[in-house]
């Protein structure tokens, strides 16, 4: 099982809860239209450091072709198209477990 760890950061800090709660709500409706989305995990954060990320995505995919599906998918597509004018930065780590 592949697992798809993905940590966002985004870039108005007077909206951050806002916008993190939409994009949860966005990823969460992939477990319905991604067949090869697995399972999946959205937490906010709640640390206040500077250094610490906004939001972060755990995903589980049979191995890569699933998650290079869930990629191309269009309900994908259009949360990449949010995050692009939102996100400031992330970070994304793939492993097998």
Request: with cysteine.
């Amino acid at each position: 099982m592949l697992r798809h760890i993905v940590m966002l950061r985004f870039s108005d800090r007077n909206t951050v809860e806002t916008i993190s709660r939409e994009v949860e709500k966005m990823l969460m409706n992939l477990l319905t239209e991604v067949d090869s989305l697995l399972a999946m995990e959205v937490g906010l954060n709640v640390n206040t450091k500077s250094t610490a990320y906004d939001l972060v995505l755990t995903a589980d995919f049979e191995d890569e072709q699933g998650l290079d599906a869930c990629r191309v998918h269009p309900a994908h597509v259009k949360v990449l198209d949010y995050l692009k004018k939102t996100m400031e930065t992330a970070t994304v780590v793939d492993y097998y477990k």
